[in-house]
């Protein structure tokens, strides 16, 4: 049974920087695009970044030039690099997997991790 999980988040202060981590089994990683997501209270999921499977990226504009999105094909994992963060990054971030190509719209993943939380606060 296919499945990722995430890990690395946690408590960091304004303009710091977290590395989240993200591992996959159970379906051929070189196939699938990879995403972050994010969620935070009483707001609605949205996209930060995606890689394809040859190493395509994009960003939602709020992360660009401070986060940066990567994989690792032969160890199944997925990061996202996160600097200079700010309090608005607050949320829990979801790792998930899509076969072939990127997409903005997270009804277009099929797995998803448990997510990760993220607070940015001083």
């Known amino acids: 049974q296919a499945q990722v999980l995430e890990s690395g988040g946690g408590l960091v202060q304004p303009g710091g920087s977290l590395r989240l981590s993200c591992t996959a089994s159970?379906?051929?990683?070189?196939?699938?695009?990879m995403a972050w997501f994010r969620q935070a209270p009483e707001k609605e999921r949205e996209t930060v970044a995606c890689?394809?499977?040859?190493?395509?990226?994009t960003y939602a504009d709020s992360v660009k030039g401070r986060f940066t999105v990567s994989r690792d094909n032969a160890e199944n994992t997925l990061y996202l690099q996160m600097n200079n963060l700010k309090p608005e990054d607050t949320a829990m971030y979801y790792c998930?997997?899509?076969?072939?190509?990127?997409?903005?719209?997270?009804?277009?993943?099929?797995?998803w991790g448990q997510g990760n939380q993220v607070t940015v606060s001083s």
């Open positions: 998930t997997a899509k076969y072939l190509v990127c997409s903005d719209d997270s009804a277009d993943f099929g797995y």
């Open positions: 159970g379906l051929p990683f070189n196939d699938y695009a």
């Open positions: 890689i394809s499977r040859i190493g395509y990226t």
